[in-house]
């Protein structure tokens, strides 16, 4: 989509509410690294003057989505019933929510199912076996798909085109030393994760983290979400991973697929 078109479509009107959208913002603008600040700090980080993020925090917090303490602001447990509204409308991940489970007590490494949202993939389940990441991931967390085994298996289930423009547009931020530094190096990886329906990725997002992971697809075939094993290099190495959990990943990623075949 061309800035041309993306400007028309987000002109105010019948179609685009500004107000709704400035709202979503202001909730977006809480996170791991802000979780409470003051009005002058979020009208800063939307991009909003102090009086327009005043009447949002003020209505947030009327309808019980915000609270204030002093001059600082911060989310309520309310804003869990945004993304719950998603996985109760999602009830397919409940489904696979037991295998997944099982898989990560077997092999006594993480495992996780994420979608694809934009340029982030986000966590639908979410079994932490053990701390392998120094931020705590649970559901609804979100990382960069295109440094992460899970994202890449699912840029590359993308229609070519679509696939191109969100690989051409990744700003390619260094995490490690092993991270990705090329585009044409991305594409590539991508790639491999098509031709061969999995993806590893060796410490690329933070020192240690390897993850592998394997497409999971639909009643129509088409691919909707993936499956991995996280685990630490020092305990798990690459190649161990791949041997001994790889073949147990996508035998539970078949199971996921054709339980959703039938419930979905």
Not at 75 to 96: R, V
Not at 187 to 203: G, I
Request: aromatic letters at 4%.
């Amino acid at each position: 989509m061309s800035s041309d078109e993306s400007a028309t479509i987000l002109k105010p009107g019948d179609s685009y509410v500004q107000s709704f959208a400035r709202g979503l913002s202001v909730i977006r603008a809480f996170g791991a690294d802000a979780p409470r600040q003051t009005l002058t700090e979020v009208a800063r980080r939307c991009g909003l003057t102090r009086a327009g993020a005043r009447r949002i925090l003020l209505t947030l917090q009327t309808l019980g989505y915000v609270r204030a303490e002093g001059r600082l602001f911060e989310l309520t447990p309310k804003i869990l019933d945004l993304g719950f509204a998603y996985l109760s409308s999602q009830p397919l991940w409940q489904f696979a929510e037991p295998l997944v489970l099982q898989l990560s007590s077997d092999l006594k490494e993480s495992s996780s199912i994420a979608v694809l949202d934009g340029a982030d993939i986000v966590f639908v389940v979410r079994v932490p076996a053990r701390k392998v990441m120094s931020t705590t991931i649970g559901v609804g967390s979100r990382l960069p798909a295109w440094a992460t085994a899970i994202g890449r298996v699912l840029l590359a289930s993308l229609p070519v085109e679509e696939r191109e423009v969100q690989v051409a547009r990744t700003d390619l931020v260094p995490f490690t030393a092993l991270t990705v530094r090329s585009h044409d190096d991305l594409r590539a990886q991508v790639e491999q994760a098509r031709r061969q329906h999995w993806c590893l990725v060796d410490q690329e997002l933070e020192d240690g983290v390897v993850s592998v992971a394997v497409p999971i697809t639909g009643r129509d075939g088409k691919v909707i979400a993936a499956v991995n094993l996280s685990t630490h290099a020092g305990r798990t190495p690459p190649q161990l991973l791949l041997d001994q959990g790889l073949p147990r990943l996508q035998e539970t990623a078949q199971s996921i697929s054709r339980l959703l075949q039938i419930k979905g």
